[in-house]
């Protein structure tokens, strides 16, 4: 049974920083895409970045490049997304994702599994 379990989220003032991890258990994971996404109160969920975990390729949505970074660490089977640079607008429910298949994908309907999300609070 596949379990992704997030955390670190956190309130923090604008302009800070804060890494968001989720770890990934129930099965290898070396054939996936893993995702993160945001919930706003009363928005869609939408994509902020994936990882291809065989090769490490990423893909960010514009709204975050250049201040968040995705990462993967094999040994530990875990997800990383370091985001610097907050502003409130980041502020959202967290989920990470994942997909069983290399091939790249910005759609929350295209990731099969989910974790249940942290809250990241940005205060202006």
């Known amino acids: 049974q596949v379990q992704l379990v997030e955390s670190g989220g956190g309130l923090v003032q604008a302009g800070g920083s804060l890494r968001l991890s989720c770890a990934a258990s129930?099965?290898?994971?070396?054939?996936?895409?893993m995702g993160w996404f945001r919930q706003a109160p009363g928005k869609e969920r939408e994509f902020v970045a994936a990882i291809r975990w065989s090769s490490g390729i990423t893909y960010y949505s514009d709204s975050v490049k250049g201040r968040f970074t995705i990462s993967r660490d094999n040994a530990k089977n875990t997800v990383f997304l370091q985001m610097d640079s907050l502003k409130p607008e980041d502020t959202a429910l967290y989920y990470c994702a994942a997909r069983p298949t290399i091939v790249m994908s910005t759609s929350k309907d295209a990731y099969m599994y989910w974790g249940q999300g942290t809250q990241v609070t940005v205060s202006s």
């Open positions: 129930g099965q290898t994971f070396s054939s996936h895409i």
